[in-house]
């Protein structure tokens, strides 16, 4: 059974910082590209960041020089270091794992940007 938890979110101020992180279980996940997207209120679910296996990058162009996806294979976790924190970067961050044929993705966690 596959399962990705996430963790991290909060509230912070614009220019704050946080970490989020995701653990997986029931997976390959040396072998796994992993990515985070996320889903603002009235908005469709869009793509953050992904990191591959190999530990290749791509991100969006709204988050690139802010955010830093990154994967620690020996704990199964990836995480997502974001900066300079704007109030459109408010949303709900999802956890994904795309495990070809088949894409798992966590509950959610929320991060809201605010003064």
């Known amino acids: 059974q596959v399962q990705l938890v996430e963790s991290g979110g909060g509230l912070v101020q614009p220019g704050g910082s946080l970490r989020l992180s995701c653990a997986a279980s029931?997976?390959?996940?040396?072998?796994?590209?992993m990515g985070w997207y996320r889903q603002a209120p009235g908005k469709a679910r869009e793509l953050v960041a992904t990191i591959t296996g190999g530990f290749g990058t791509n991100y969006a162009g709204s988050v690139k020089g802010r955010f830093t996806i990154s994967r620690d294979n020996a704990k199964s976790t990836v995480y997502l270091q974001m900066i300079s924190l704007k109030p459109e970067d408010t949303a709900v961050y999802y956890c994904?794992?795309?495990?070809?044929?088949?894409?798992?993705w966590g509950q959610g966690t929320q991060v809201t940007v605010s003064s």
């Open positions: 994904l794992a795309d495990a070809y044929p088949s894409k798992y």
């Open positions: 029931g997976i390959s996940f040396r072998v796994t590209t």
